[in-house]
């Protein structure tokens, strides 16, 4: 099992910034892709970032330019660093991970259970 917790939410005004993290911890044994999601009230979960083993990052046209994904490997840690902050980027964030369990032959998709984000006008 994959356990990931979510940190780093709360209440900022408009322009200002948070940095989102997300802790993995379990018997996985590797991390392959890692994303960030969101779902504001009222709305469909929404893929914000995504980011590979590797560092390589893909964004949603909304948040791009303003965001930046990035993940620490050796600590199995997921950022979402968030400028610019608009009203509406208010939302749950959660975090996900492609991760393969110990004695597991295959990847599965784990999920965190979000940190909010309010952003006010």
């Known amino acids: 099992q994959v356990q990931l917790v979510e940190s780093g939410g709360g209440l900022v005004q408009a322009g200002g910034s948070l940095r989102l993290s997300c802790a993995a911890s379990?018997?996985?044994?590797?991390?392959?892709?890692m994303a960030w999601y969101r779902q504001a009230p009222g709305k469909q979960r929404e893929l914000v970032a995504t980011?590979?083993?590797?560092?390589?990052?893909n964004y949603a046209d909304s948040v791009r330019g303003r965001f930046t994904i990035s993940r620490d490997n050796a600590k199995n840690t997921l950022y979402l660093q968030m400028n610019s902050l608009k009203p509406e980027d208010t939302a749950v964030y959660y975090c996900?991970?492609?991760?393969?369990?110990?004695?597991?032959?295959?990847?599965?998709?784990?999920w965190g259970q979000g940190t909010q984000v309010t952003v006010s006008s």
């Open positions: 379990g018997t996985f044994s590797t991390i392959s892709a």
């Open positions: 996900k991970a492609d991760a393969r369990l110990r004695f597991g032959g295959r990847s599965y998709a784990y």
């Open positions: 980011i590979t083993s590797g560092s390589s990052a």
